[in-house]
């Protein structure tokens, strides 16, 4: 069964730290990494990664993906209070050789950023 | 179109009353996924549909679930003699399927979900 692992679980930092959030897998047949940002509701999504080692990058937001190593990490650098949310990954795998869509999520990062 | 919309937001249940939930996808979306997360967890796939058809089925859904997309445009998620173990807050996700190979612009967009509360 697929499996993502994210850590920290929780983590509270003060406006201008930079954090770095890790997600592990172990799926079969991998086909993309997904980071969201949910603050209340709906997730809304931030990076889709496919090859290791190109780093994607918005604003104070960027993020990794080693798929020898399999695992990915989102970088926030000065962070601010509106970074405050919970960050999810999610792994995207074929299925019989063809790929729909499924995802499978982590159990997520909440950070906190303080003032 | 603004996105993936889901409604209600909050629906409030007696234990064994029966809900149904709707979602509208992004327009030309043609799949179209249902999730469920709990507090302190990730979202957990609970069914999906490309158009009409639902192709897939997580075993976490039992026979009291039921989802529909007539059309392949909106969609429902029935629960039928809900339980208190059914609050979550129920999401929906739309995604473009592209061709095999392509990940670009297939990635998902989530709803605001509604919130189940079975008191």
């Known amino acids: 069964e697929d499996k993502v692992v994210q850590s920290p679980l929780s983590l509270v930092v003060h406006e201008g730290d930079t954090v770095t959030l890790n997600c592990s897998y172990e799926?079969?047949?991998?086909?993309?990494l997904l980071w969201y940002k949910q603050e209340k509701k709906a997730p809304t999504f931030l990076f889709m990664l496919?090859?290791?080692?190109i780093e994607k990058k918005s604003g104070r937001l960027s993020s990794i993906l080693d798929k020898k190593e399999l695992f990915s990490i989102l970088n926030i650098t000065a962070t601010q209070t509106g970074d405050s949310a919970i960050y999810l990954c999610?792994?995207?795998?074929?299925?019989?050789?063809?790929?729909?869509?499924?995802?499978?999520f982590g159990q997520g990062t909440i950070l906190t950023v303080h003032p | 179109d603004t996105g993936v919309s889901q409604n209600p937001r909050h629906k409030i249940t007696k234990r064994g009353q029966n809900v149904t939930f709707r979602c509208d996808p992004i327009?030309?979306?043609?799949?179209l996924y249902w999730y469920r997360q709990t507090l302190g967890q990730g979202p957990e796939f609970l069914t999906y549909?490309?158009?009409?058809?639902?192709?897939?089925k997580s075993r976490l859904l039992s026979d009291r679930f039921s989802a529909e997309r007539p059309k392949g445009s909106f969609s429902t998620l029935e629960i039928q003699r809900t339980e208190q173990g059914d609050s979550a807050m129920y999401l929906c996700?739309?995604?473009?399927?592209?061709?095999?190979?392509?990940?670009?612009?297939?990635?998902?967009?989530f709803g605001q979900g509604t919130r189940l509360t079975v008191v």
């Open positions: 549909f490309q158009n009409e058809a639902q192709l897939e």
């Open positions: 496919t090859s290791s080692g």
């Open positions: 327009s030309e979306h043609n799949r």
């Open positions: 999610a792994v995207k795998a074929n299925a019989g050789g063809t790929s729909y869509g499924k995802l499978t």
């Open positions: 799926v079969t047949n991998f086909r993309s």
């Open positions: 996700a739309s995604s473009l399927a592209r061709q095999f190979g392509e990940e670009r612009g297939s990635e998902a967009f």
